[in-house]
Structure formats: structure tokens, C-alpha cells
């Protein structure tokens, strides 16, 4: 837990720099890259890695269907450790919520339908590509807004 402390405050000191290295005391290594919006954050510890920012990964990497013309919206997380790893990405489309919905039902397993709710026009939807015993897990949430349509893809591999 102190370690993760640790990596907060150095990534929160150097979040204005650019491709600038930090190692701290206890082996704990924060290397920032880019500006902006576009800039990422790693943490390496001996435990794993982890990193975040718009472009910390590429969404065609993590074994999900991409919807087409989404673009990054906030970022992402890609993490390692001896335990497995994760990757998380955050897309925006302009396109509705039922042409975004209908276009993963096509490309997900059958089974992989969890949940659809429209309530206050706001509309939600998953797919959970996983059993508990499989060491893959991969998900799709897509999210309707005001602004458009959000799909967050997850794949967490255990090892």
C-alpha cells in the first residue's frame, strides 16, 4: 500500500512534464510521456506496471471488437503483474446508443449479453465475454449520453 501511495504523489508531481523519469527511494519508477491530453503515466514497482493515459493502449490489442470510427475519449489503463493483466479503453462515438448496441450483438457470442435498460434517456448496455473459471474475461459496456455514446471495452487475462 505504501508503495502505491508513493507512485500517486510522484505521478501526481510530474503530471504537467514531459518525458521526464522519476525513480524514488524504494525502486518505484514513473515515467511520464507526451503533453496534455495525450500524455501517459507508467508506474513500474516490483510487483508490475501499470499504465494510464489516452494512449496507454491500443483498443484492437485487447481481443474485442472495435466499433468503427470510435475514437479514444479519455484514455486508458493497461496493467501487468504476476497475477495477470488488464486493459481498459474508453471510446466515443457520435453514433446512437441502439446502432452502437445493435452492431456488438452482432459480433458477440450469444451468450455474452448481460444487460440492455433504457431509463430517463439514458440507455446501458453489457456484454461479458467469460466464464468464472476461464483465465480470459473480456466485457463491452456502452453507455448513451447527451454527447454521444460511450463504449468501454475490458479484457483481464489471469495468470
Known sequence: MRKIFCAILLMAAIAGCTNHKVVSSNGTTVTT?????????????????????????????????????????????????TQGSVGLVSLKTSDGFDKVYAWYKARMPADAQTMESTSGGTSVGSFVEKKASDQDQKSVTITSSSEGTTITLLSATKN
Open 33 to 81: 510521456n507526451g503533453t496534455g491530453d495525450n500524455q501517459t503515466v507508467t508506474v513500474q514497482a516490483s510487483g508490475g506496471s501499470i499504465t494510464a493515459g489516452k494512449n496507454a493502449i491500443d483498443p484492437a490489442k485487447l481481443g474485442l471488437p472495435v466499433y468503427p470510427g470510435a475514437t479514444a475519449d479519455e484514455g486508458g489503463v493497461s496493467g501487468s503483474s
